[in-house]
């Protein structure tokens, strides 16, 4: 059957960095999609799902170093992973673009092309607050205790030629925008946030970097590359085609939602509508910003040893089962908190216990009092009508909850249906029906009942649990397509032969469950939190110091100064006097033979009376001091 379509329906979520393996959380808000994805195409719409995995900057490039591979090496490695991940997890996405892919390359270098011929791109010199693992610029008033408020950690100062895009130009207009659609950004909280930053005053923003060049080259300056941000951004426009292939563009742009987590809800409601309005294109239609996932009161870490690995839960417990536990236990919007007990008491009370159960045992009914075959409804009392009535009533609840993107009250009115057909079960006790032939009518109606009941709730789980309505329709012997219509009649399923399948949902022991996952955690895993720093220095910079080797022949204390020691350094063909503040580390005997590496170009300057020309190299190790040393050849002065 082909359906008129309502219209098309473009659903993003946040493309993810590939610098590691996704954990739950990056698994919350691609379920959450693949949900209203599912939903809106079997509600009748033509839909676009869009995921993609952001693959560029500095973040990227130092995890490749560090593992001796290349960015693209790096990349590709994990992004397998990431699409195998979906794969296993049935995400219904119809695209995955990469911000490495040429298609991807060239759309935002023409659409850098077109913001700077506007005169909203311009070049300077960035001085600015940079947090290297947020790859973010942020300005003194808006650090938290003088470090990044998105990740706590310390940022640098940056001063680097930069490109600029005029961000400030667009705070009017930014305004006006939530004030004219107040539902283009939600939940409210966040665009009263959001108001409030702009209300401080934006600034403009760097858009290219020099300092590393993992990234998409600035078309007009091949020096720079383009900051990630807006390379990011406007994957939701060039994964489209946009602006050389513009069919699916003109067909799906505007996005009806991009949906992403509450840290990256700024850059989604200011710097890309705002990059919009610069090029001339419509905005979409909303940006919806979710809560996270956080385990003891605060975020996943590797460090912490706290990361939820969805494929050791999926292999557990089956995908539905965790798409359900994310869809159900958390409210759109809000941060929740996971926790294996919680998770094993949802799946075993509402999957196991409620719906499993129902399936079950009125399949089994069906077989021992019906010969299998599900038979018509001969009666009606009020209870059965009750029970029509409300099971018929669903679909439209659901579509209400869905709208506001509450999955879980969604979810919570299809087991309200659920748990009254079980109920159904124990009031009208089929069991005893079953005795007498003058109650055979009654206990049809309630076979009968009891298969439509889970004929609409397997239609109703549908976007959230599709592999359990497919189980459930063959137990049904049901073979027309899953269509949501069907959700609102009664009476389609006289006459089938039900076949009794495997159980849907086996029920855990909890205690044992938790016992193993909390084995399967082990040691929790090093996380690569950078260092805190001085301000960056370029190759350049570098390259102005002169090191060489040489060997300390002689060492004494400083006559005029406690702290100073007075080395003698032999290096090729000169020895010259290096004076260093370390008396309290070392004594003088034991630095002499020393091979070390001394800054030979340091401008030389008088210490208490005695010139030092150049500076040995230490290095602090907790409380200690270490002297740099090395196994060169004594004192020759190589570099
Ligand atoms: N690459 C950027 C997004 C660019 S979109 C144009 C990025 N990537 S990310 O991998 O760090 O995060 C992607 C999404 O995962 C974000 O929306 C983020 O909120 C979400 N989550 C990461 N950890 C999360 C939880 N613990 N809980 C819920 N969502 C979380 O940001």
Same mark, same amino acid.
């Given at each position: 059957?082909?359906?008129? /379509? ?58 490749? $170093? ?7 090496? #790096? ?36 659409? #850098? ?55 400030? !130009?667009?705070? &009017? ?10 539902? #283009? ?95 001339? $294109? ?67 009370? &509402? ?10 045992? /009125? ?75 003058? /109650? ?40 027309? !397509? ?32 938790? $016992?193993?996952? $909390? ?66 580390? #070392? ?53």
């Amino acid at each position: 059957m082909t359906k008129e /379509t309502k219209g098309t329906y473009y659903i993003t979520t946040p493309i993810y960095y590939p610098s590691s393996n996704l954990h739950i959380g990056h698994t919350y808000c691609t379920v959450m999609a693949d949900a209203m994805a599912r939903f809106k195409r079997l509600s009748g719409y033509d839909v676009h799902f869009l995921t993609g995995t952001d693959e560029h900057g500095q973040k990227i490039q130092k995890k490749a $170093e560090e593992e001796g591979v290349t960015p693209q090496e #790096f990349v590709d490695k994990v992004v397998d992973g990431i699409k195998k991940l979906w794969a296993t997890m049935e995400i219904s996405y119809d695209d995955f673009i990469r911000t490495t892919e040429p298609r991807h390359i060239k759309r935002v270098q023409e659409i #850098f092309k077109k913001m700077y011929e506007k005169g909203d791109i311009y070049k300077s010199v960035y001085e600015g607050l940079y947090c290297t693992p947020c790859e973010s610029f942020w300005t003194e008033s808006q650090l938290v205790d003088g470090k990044c408020p998105d990740c706590g950690r310390p940022v640098e100062k940056a001063d680097e030629e930069a490109y600029f895009f005029r961000l400030s !130009e667009y705070g &009017d207009k930014l305004l006006d925008l939530y004030e004219q659609h107040p539902e #283009f950004l939600q939940p409210d909280t966040r665009r009263n946030e959001m108001k409030a930053f702009i209300n401080q005053g934006l600034e403009d923003l760097c858009i290219s970097r020099t300092s590393f060049d993992w990234g998409i080259p600035v078309p007009i300056d091949e020096k720079h590359v383009i900051y990630v941000w807006l390379d990011a951004l406007s994957n939701y426009i060039t994964a489209l085609g946009y602006p050389d292939e513009p069919e699916l563009y003109n067909k799906y742009w505007p996005a009806d939602v991009h949906l992403v987590g509450k840290e990256i809800v700024r850059f989604h409601s200011i710097i890309w509508p705002a990059m919009l309005m610069s090029i001339d $294109e419509p905005l979409p239609k909303q940006v919806l910003g979710h809560g996270w996932l956080l385990i003891d009161g605060g975020k996943m870490s590797k460090s912490k040893g706290n990361v939820v690995d969805p494929v050791v839960l999926i292999e557990r417990y089956g995908i539905d089962a965790l798409k359900y536990f994310l869809l159900r236990e958390y409210t759109f919007g809000q941060d929740g908190i996971f926790t294996n007990e919680v998770m094993l008491k949802r799946m075993n009370f &509402d999957l196991a216990n409620d719906l499993g159960n129902l399936v079950s045992r /009125t399949i089994s009914m069906i077989e021992k009092y019906c010969d299998g075959i599900i038979p018509p409804a001969e009666t009606e009392d009020d209870i059965d009508k009750e029970l029509k009535d409300l099971a018929v009533s669903i679909a439209s609840k659901v579509e209400a909850q869905m709208d506001k993107f509450s999955f879980n009250l969604a979810l919570e009115e299809i087991w309200t249906l659920v748990r009254r057909a079980n109920k159904y079960v124990d009031e009208k006790e089929p069991w005893i029906l079953a005795k007498e032939e003058e /109650t055979k009518d009654s206990l049809n109606t309630c076979m009968h009942n009891l298969a439509e009941c889970i004929r609409i709730i397997a239609i109703l789980i549908y976007p959230f649990m599709h592999t359990t309505t497919d189980k459930i329709w063959e137990q049904l012997g049901y073979t027309d !397509e899953v269509c949501w219509e069907d959700a609102e009649v009664f009476d389609k399923l006289k006459g089938q032969k039900v076949n009794k399948g495997q159980v849907l949902f086996p029920r855990l022991d909890i205690e044992k469950e938790l $016992e193993e996952l $909390e084995a399967l955690k082990g040691t929790p895993k090093e996380e690569n939190i950078p260092l805190e720093l001085k301000p960056e220095i370029t190759f350049d910079d570098f390259a102005k110091i002169d090191l060489r080797v040489g060997t300390i022949m002689a060492a004494e204390k400083h006559p005029n100064a406690d702290k100073l020691l007075v080395f003698q350094v032999k290096m090729g063909t000169e020895t010259r006097q290096v004076i260093s503040g370390v008396a309290e580390h #070392f004594k003088p005997e034991e630095m002499i033979g020393k091979n070390v590496i001394v800054v030979a170009n340091l401008k030389p300057r008088p210490l208490r009376g005695l010139e030092s020309k150049g500076m040995l190299l230490f290095a602090e190790n907790g409380e200690r001091l270490e002297i740099v040393t090395t196994t060169a050849e004594n004192g020759n002065g190589v570099n």
